[in-house]
């Protein structure tokens, strides 16, 4: 019904995976399998609803608190995830970052920590350092049951007193790794005990694949909480600008609606994003279904053709995302020399795994959200490259 197969060509959009490759690999012309966007159509009657307001004409100053865009949230949260949301917690955002960003400034003071399990999502780090607070990190480690948390090591570090907020990436980038309930909920009694406010970002929650079920922070939440969102991944569209969450608390709600429209100046959204949430939220079901069997079906893939090649490796599909965390530790090639050879003879631009902080050393993430035959050269090539470096 839907086609993920089709090439688009990206070039001379200005996005930043194609066009911009050169910026973080210095060499254009490579195919990139880098940052988290997808290379696919968004969902058609995303691309209907936009086109029908763009039609319109008038693209004024506009208003996010609406019946509509409210309602698709709450049927979203309610339909996916069976969770039953207070519309009343809604808040908008330009991006899930920005709204991270926010939160860091409004909830702690310069050089108090800011705790996130390492690896960690490039972003956080500089949102965490931007803001002149300190990382506290807490590594995840890898077991046959998939990435885990030590969570007496995590509790031990929510315990020293300048550490103000737990920054949860939820499903995690990079290693894919879906929260269980049992997790969540310890998590959330550590965080009150010690008087930790939780971020949450879940902005991988639509992909979670082999049943695992993603569990929203609203869900499990005990001390201050905000969950940051959007269907920008899900549904393919970062570049309209437009995210939401989720906070429980009135008077944290109002610092942060305050800071936005006021401070900030940022009380009109973009209407786009706000018309393709409404969308998607409401007709994109069947796309994402789809969609989410094409990834899984490239996740298996990748998995196929590594192993196949390295028995060794015996990667397995992440429980979440369309990034794959993949773990080369096994072969012990030397991480900058596989880039050079990624880079110089194989012209693939595929994530370092150092990106990701010290943990990520001997990984690299591979974006699989891409037509099967671009995924195929990609795989190939990292596969030539391991060859090479060996
Ligand atoms: C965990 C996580 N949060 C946030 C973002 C970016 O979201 P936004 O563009 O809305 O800031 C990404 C993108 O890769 C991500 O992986």
């Known amino acids: 019904m839907f086609d993920f197969s089709t090439v688009i060509d990206r070039h001379g959009t200005w996005c930043t995976q194609w066009d911009y490759v050169a910026d973080r690999f210095g060499t254009a012309d490579l195919l990139p399998f ?105 590594p995840l480690h890898q077991t046959a049951e998939g990435w885990r948390c030590d969570m007496a090591l995590l509790e031990s570090v929510l315990a020293e007193p300048r550490n103000k907020i737990l920054l949860l990436c939820s499903p995690h980038n990079p290693t894919g790794k879906v929260w269980t309930r049992e997790e969540l909920t310890t998590i959330a009694s550590l965080c009150e005990k010690h008087g930790v406010k939780v971020i949450s970002d879940e902005i991988h929650m639509d992909m979670t694949w082999n049943g695992h079920r993603h569990i929203p922070w609203c869900d499990v939440a005990k001390s201050d909480w905000a969950l940051f969102t959007s269907g920008s991944k899900s549904f393919n569209i970062p570049a309209l600008t437009g995210a939401y969450g989720l906070i429980g608390n009135e ?29 998607a939220y409401e007709q994109g079901e069947a796309w994402l279904d789809a969609l989410r069997d094409y990834l899984q079906a490239n ?84 596969i030539n490259a391991l060859h090479a470096a060996r």
């Open 251 to 279: 008077t944290t709600r109002n610092g942060y609606l305050s800071a936005l429209k006021g401070r900030d100046g940022l009380s009109s959204p973009s209407i786009p994003a706000v018309i393709a949430h409404i969308a």
């Open 299 to 382: 996740m298996r893939y990748i998995a196929d053709e590594l192993n196949a090649a390295f028995p060794e490796l015996n990667w397995q599909p992440p429980q979440s995302t369309y990034l794959a965390w993949i773990d080369l530790r096994p072969l012990h090639v030397d991480d900058k020399l596989l880039q050079k050879i990624l880079i110089e003879q194989q012209k693939v631009a595929i994530m370092p795994g150092y990106t990701y902080g010290e943990e990520g050393n001997g990984f690299v993430r591979l974006n699989a959200g891409c037509p099967r035959s671009k995924l195929e050269k990609g795989v190939q090539a990292l």
């Open 34 to 138: 880098t940052i988290s966007d997808m290379d696919f159509a968004t969902a058609p009657c995303v691309l209907d609803a936009i086109s029908q307001r763009l039609s319109h004409g008038v693209l004024g100053y506009s208003r996010w608190k609406n019946e509509e865009f409210l309602g698709a949230i709450q049927h979203w949260f309610s339909k996916r995830f069976h969770s039953s949301i207070d519309t009343d917690h809604i808040v908008y955002g330009p991006s899930v970052i920005y709204m991270v960003s926010q939160m860091i400034r409004q909830w702690s003071e310069v050089g108090d920590g800011v705790v996130v399990h390492t690896p960690a999502y490039d972003a956080f780090y500089k949102a965490i350092e931007g803001n002149e607070r300190t990382i506290a990190a807490v």
